[in-house]
């Protein structure tokens, strides 16, 4: 049976680039303990996307190698959501330099913490078994991410004044990324027939149930929106992704096959 | 909501226990809004090297400590009495090491 390749490397990409978001704030957070917090969900995502690419290499063979995957591919072989790419801060901010948002932080960490939790469950079954290892130790990582995400989420959207306005603005500006979640790109379709994959759609009356129950806990609403539905899974991304992997990847192709 | 905000989060005292460790050992302190998120932060800011298997936080507020100004009396008077400690006993042989 052949694993289809490009599902993993869209769980790879996924957790690759949502690391390198979350590593961002490092030595940044807003205090000490949120600096470590973050540090860690970063480290676990990078270690996540660590397994998986190996994964990959393992079954493309010849000189594919974990590195090769994350550092040596451009951005629209990249196979990631493109909520997972935005920058930390809220729409109608046309530098990428501008102030980081915990706030959108927060809430993308929830949004995508929540579908995990749900996807590593459902793969422990995978008809993979590398996969499955893989999901058996994720999914315990994922449920502290999420833990700690609504955590704050419910804190800051039942806080002062200013917490509220903010986390729903990014709740707002975030959520219509989410739709993505639901389409099935020809990579999942493919996966879910050889019973390697799980399907989101699936897991969208449970997904639905979390996000409202932490919204509602959160005194925040849920947006209405209707438009276009991103394919950063396709490799349609936005125009961030590049910017983010030009930092991410910069080391490592000024210095190939460097050790330190 | 309208709760106004503290400027500064009270301070917790963490302990661990780690995994040979019978009882919870004091490793630092941090801050924190209140005790359930002192335990993820003391989580994410103490065992990040599989350092415990148990925390325990305490507002450092609730702790009463002794001071050092008194050290004289609180604590000097026990230095000469040696016979407070266990070390004039002969033990057994068939006891072996204790």
């Known amino acids: 049976m052949s694993t289809p390749i490009d599902y993993l490397l869209h769980l790879a990409d996924n957790a690759v680039v949502l690391g390198q978001r979350n590593a961002e704030w490092c030595g940044h957070g807003p205090i000490l303990e949120e600096d470590l917090a973050l540090a860690n969900v970063s480290l676990d995502l990078i270690g996540q996307a660590r397994l998986l690419y190996q994964r990959v290499a393992e079954l493309k063979g010849g000189d594919a190698s974990e590195d090769q995957l994350a550092y040596f591919r451009d951005a629209h072989e990249f196979r990631n959501y493109t909520l997972l790419e935005l920058p930390h801060h809220g729409p109608l901010v046309g530098y990428a330099a501008a102030d980081r948002d915990y706030a959108t932080t927060i809430v993308r960490n929830f949004l995508y913490s929540a579908l995990m939790v749900l996807v590593w469950d459902g793969l422990q079954n995978s008809a993979d078994a590398g996969l499955a290892a893989i999901a058996a130790k994720s999914v315990k990582e994922t449920s502290y991410h999420l833990h700690h995400a609504r955590d704050w989420l419910v804190r800051m959207g039942d806080g002062t004044d200013e917490s509220h306005a903010r986390v729903q603005a990014a709740v707002d500006h975030l959520m219509p990324y989410t739709e993505e979640f639901w389409t099935t790109s020809p990579a999942e379709g493919a996966a879910v027939a050889a019973h390697v994959a799980v399907d989101v759609w699936a897991l969208r009356p449970a997904w639905d149930a979390m996000v409202n129950d932490a919204l509602a806990e959160a005194t925040l609403s849920r947006p209405n929106f209707h438009g276009y539905v991103t394919e950063g899974k396709v490799g349609l991304h936005s125009e961030h992704l590049g910017f983010l992997l030009a930092e991410m990847q910069s080391l490592a192709r000024a210095h190939p096959d460097g050790r330190w | ?98």
């Open chain 2, 1 to 98: 909501m309208n709760t106004p905000a503290l400027k500064e989060w009270p301070l917790w005292e963490v302990f661990v226990r780690s995994k040979q460790g019978l009882e919870h050992k004091h490793c630092g302190s941090l801050h924190a809004a209140d005790a359930s998120q002192a335990l993820h932060m003391a989580r994410d800011v103490y065992t990040r090297r599989q350092e415990g298997v148990s925390i325990w936080v305490v507002p450092s507020a609730s702790i009463t400590a002794s001071n050092p100004d008194d050290k004289g009396e609180l604590f000097d008077p026990a230095a000469d009495k040696i016979y407070r400690h266990p070390t004039f006993y002969e033990i057994p042989e068939e006891v072996g090491h204790m």
